[in-house]
């Protein structure tokens, strides 16, 4: 592992080129025909953001790990780039509908990312003779006939040591009292929220070799009067877990493709202000996304990419 194009004065004298600290990446979301009909979020992720991430901090044939894998987007690029991709993701739906899309299903596991190693040895899901299917209806094979041999070896999967983390962790405000770690569908706190960050990002840290990098994506939410600074709030949670150390932030923004920046307005088709945001449901709170304020309050216009070092 190289960190690819890191700058020496952040990362080490891996390469004389820079990373500079804003970088405009393309707009493009994930097709919403692509997603399965049960999914009832907002699926916010770039493509643009990991595959950046990736190419950036890793090299061809690294291994990379994204503890929230969600609906896959991490994983699905890591295959594009010709990486090594795991993914842990606590809802097994989408574990299914991930599955179905890379590469190597059973290095995608249902679990808990607050138990690192142990939720890929495992599996929340080895123990099940069928698994729901990634569009909710039925039941199949928990196995892919075509997954490699020792990718299932015992029920679980054996991780390596990791080049990369390349994750977005799920959102939360400082008002919510829902617990994301569980869905949003238990009762939770900000500052519970931030321990749990802390404690998840210290069971990864075990799995990342000596030089690796953990990139994350997150943003800051505007609501009214105020702003739940989610994005500092991660960094001082990350930076308290053991192993890893926070070295700078980058501002990611989004174009469309006439160059100019995303507006969320203009991507209205009235669904999207429907389906909202889980996390904001959740909370039922009145403090909602609007086509005015756009996915993050500001417009969806640009994400902060939170880099830390691996600190033996």
Known sequence: MAAATAAGFLFGPLRSTSVRTFRTLPADRPDPDTLPDWCDVDVRSIPAVPEWCIETFSDPGDAV?????????????????????????????????????????????????????????????????????????????????????????????????????????????????????????????????????????????????????AAVEVSNVRFGPGVSTLAWDLADAVDDADGLRFRTEIVLGFEDGDGRVEDDVDRDDGSRVDAGNRAVDAADDDRTWSPETGRYGYGYDHCYCLVFDRDA
Not at 185 to 191: C, H, I, N, R, T
């Open 65 to 213: 790990i994204d503890p929230f894998a969600g609906f896959g987007t991490t994983i699905a690029a890591v295959d594009r780039l010709d990486r090594d991709g795991y993914g842990i993701e606590r809802d097994p739906r989408r574990v299914a509908y991930v599955r179905d899309r890379v590469e190597h299903p059973r290095r995608v596991v249902v679990g808990d990312a607050r138990d690192g190693r142990s939720a890929f040895i495992t599996d929340a899901s080895a123990d099940r003779e069928g698994f729901i299917s990634s569009d909710g209806s039925k039941r199949k094979s928990l196995i892919n006939g075509d997954d490699d041999e020792e990718d299932h070896e015992g029920g679980g999967v054996d991780p390596p040591s990791f080049d990369l983390c390349c994750t977005a962790p799920p959102f939360m405000l400082d008002w919510m009292d829902t617990d994301p770690f569980e869905g949003y569908d238990a009762d939770g706190s900000y500052e519970a929220y931030l321990d749990d960050a802390t404690v998840a990002f210290e069971a990864i840290a075990d799995l990342l070799a000596p030089d690796a990098v």
